[in-house]
């Protein structure tokens, strides 16, 4: 997964400029770590309601994020204007998800995704979700080349530990509160 990881960054490094990959998978990225998440969704109790809500909306708090779900599926990813679109599994597919990290060291070129899951069956779903991230001390700043000539800063830099702590112990910070997300931390008002 690691390595999977790795190359999915470098693809998105080379899409965001010519020969970026070289100049920041090693440097920015050299010192990522990842672990996995084994989600065992029990079934909605209440067979009236056909979508209940296993997972509420929220952003990740990564770099990237790699997720398998199995064949129920749920897992929805909401659109610019607010749409909620289904995200179905795919046999040999697994679904990549850009998270808070990468959004602020993009200077927001690249959107961390809002997403939830729902449950519709009376069966358990289970999914597999890798999460890959910076290291804790690191400083998270958007490089010049990737902010761009003439383009403002739209966050201020942070250490990705103080990041996670704020949406680990902070109230309005909580998970399912998309208000309070990388924005709201770091965000400059420009
Ligand atoms: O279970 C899933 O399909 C996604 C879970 C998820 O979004 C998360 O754990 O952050
Ligand atoms: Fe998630």
Known sequence: ???????????????????????FLDSEFGNCHGYMRIVNYTPPSNAEENQVEGLGMHTDMSCITI???????GLQMRSKDGKWLNIHPCKNSLVVN???L???????????????????????????VFFWCFEDEKEVIAPNEIV???????????????????????????????????????????
């Open 102 to 128: 990468m959004q602020a060291w993009s200077n927001g070129r690249l959107r961390s995704s809002e997403h939830r899951v729902v449950l519709r069956r009376s069966r358990n779903r289970f999914s597999l």
């Open 67 to 73: 997720v398998f779900q199995d064949e129920l599926g």
């Open 148 to 190: 761009g000539n003439g383009n403002p800063r739209i966050y201020h830099p942070f250490v990705c530990l103080k990041y996670i702590k704020f949406r680990e112990s902070n109230e309005v910070g909580k998970f399912e509160k998309i208000g309070y997300t990388v924005k709201d931390f770091a965000g400059l008002n420009v």
């Open 1 to 23: 997964m690691m390595k999977l990881s790795k190359k999915i960054i470098e693809i998105i490094l080379k899409s965001l400029g010519t020969g970026y990959e070289k100049r």
């Open 98 to 100: 850009i998270g808070d």
